[in-house]
């Protein structure tokens, strides 16, 4: 890069967030890496996945007719792409259906955390005592397995023991 040129930050961001994006669900186990692909909304997985990213939809789905493409399939084709090729864009695509999905789950972790800083973003750390009073909550409501996947791939700031204590039995 030449001295006159500055690094495009929106360009820098978009890395980043591809980065986040692959590191939250390499965080995930085995076991909720699977849950988490079995629960997205395949039709409109595909149809994004075309609009956004052809070279993968074409490598992988060319030719197959949704109701055909069955869970082990997608599960490959995700750990292909997002932990050996390290597309981030895909990773990103799958949180994002993957909390359209899961909608009311999503949106009750938003809420909480919101209570804490309506600035989300701005919130560096969240303590034990926040952690459980968000938590304990969603878990009346929701499978923990689920809780955990929302923990991890939305960014809620607990610390890794914490969560590990926490989802222990479900990892």
């Not at 590191?23 to 629960?39: C, G, H, Q, W, Y």
């Not at 359209?100 to 972790?109: M, S």
């Not at 938590?135 to 700031?157: H, M, Q, S, Y």
């Amino acid at each position: 890069m030449s001295e006159n040129q500055q690094p495009n930050p929106e360009a820098t961001s978009e890395r980043n967030d591809d980065k986040d994006a692959i590191d939250a669900i390499k965080e995930l186990s085995p076991k909720l890496f699977a849950r988490m692909t079995r629960r997205l909304p395949l039709r409109t997985f595909l149809a994004e996945l075309e609009r956004l990213d052809r070279a993968v939809f074409y490598r992988h789905f060319k030719g197959y007719r949704p109701q055909k493409i069955d869970a082990a399939h997608l599960e490959r084709v995700l750990k292909k792409e997002i932990f050996e090729i390290g597309n981030g864009l895909l990773a990103q695509l799958v949180i994002y259906n993957w909390d359209e999905a899961e909608y009311k789950l999503y949106g009750e972790l938003q809420k909480a955390v919101k209570a804490i800083n309506e600035d989300v973003e701005a919130i560096e750390k969240i303590t034990d005592e926040e952690g459980n009073g968000i938590l304990d909550p969603l878990e009346a409501l929701f499978d923990k397995r689920d809780v955990c996947i929302a923990t991890i791939i939305n960014g809620v700031r607990v610390t890794p023991e914490y969560r590990k204590t926490r989802f222990a039995d479900v990892n």
